[in-house]
């Protein structure tokens, strides 16, 4: 068990013995509180990550997106923390170098029809799927998982509402920013949306086992008796 899990365990078992709330609440506590940990400290390396490679904000806006989607939907976990932390970090500056040189030039309309259809996919994949949990953190409560796809879903909502809000300013004040924010938004959301599919999930798995053979690696021939 990780650092993150030990103390979303700890804040859960003490909110049960504190607020007198049953094994359900827990486990839903547990479950937020694991997630919360791990989007801030992935949150604080993208932040780094953006100022380096000069995408602060994209990589910023979607990264916070795509953590907030997962909080309630979950996702394809990778075996480590440390790995999942540099998962996120590499996918929210590619996507904000990508923004920020190449998905700009998009014109409004034709963003509207590719913001539109991850939106679309987003609510098909989430009623379907989410949420997908972690084999250690298992979601076996049949109601809870209802909680956790509703909220889920609202949170999609909230995101569509905004992107309509960003496109209405968009077109009254035609500022660049605008279209790289709803730009970020939908990656964020595609990306969160991908990880609850299979071939998504089969495609992290993948990335998962070559950075631990290559962290593995590493750790070997910088051993004292590694040959």
């Not at 504190?18 to 506590?29: A, G, M, T």
């Not at 300013?169 to 730009?183: C, G, V």
Request: charged share 15%; proline share 2%.
């Amino acid at each position: 068990m990780s650092l993150t899990e030990k103390i979303a365990t700890k804040i859960g078992n003490n909110s049960k013995l504190f607020l007198n709330i049953n094994e359900e609440q827990e486990q839903i506590i547990v479950y937020g509180a694991i997630n919360l940990f791990q989007m801030l400290f992935s949150i604080l390396w993208v932040i780094i990550a953006g100022l380096l490679f000069r995408v602060f904000y994209e990589a910023l806006i979607f990264s916070i997106t795509a953590s907030i989607l997962r909080k309630y939907s979950g996702g394809v976990h990778a075996s480590s923390p440390s790995r999942c932390v540099i998962i996120g970090t590499f996918s929210a500056v590619l996507a904000g170098i990508l923004i920020n040189n190449i998905f700009y030039t998009i014109n409004s309309i034709t963003v509207a029809v590719i913001s539109g259809a991850i939106i679309i996919f987003a609510f098909t994949t989430v009623l379907k799927n989410a949420p997908v949990d972690s084999i250690k953190k298992p979601i076996t409560n049949i109601e809870t998982r209802k909680q956790f796809k509703r909220k889920s879903i609202f949170v999609i909502f909230i995101f569509l509402f905004i992107i309509i809000i960003l496109f209405i300013f968009n077109e009254k004040f035609s500022e660049l920013y605008y279209i790289k924010l709803i730009e970020s938004i939908s990656v964020g959301v595609l990306w969160q949306t991908i990880t609850l599919t299979k071939n998504g999930i089969n495609f992290l798995n993948k990335v998962d086992f070559f950075l631990k053979y290559i962290i593995e690696r590493m750790g070997t021939s910088m051993t004292p008796n590694a040959k």
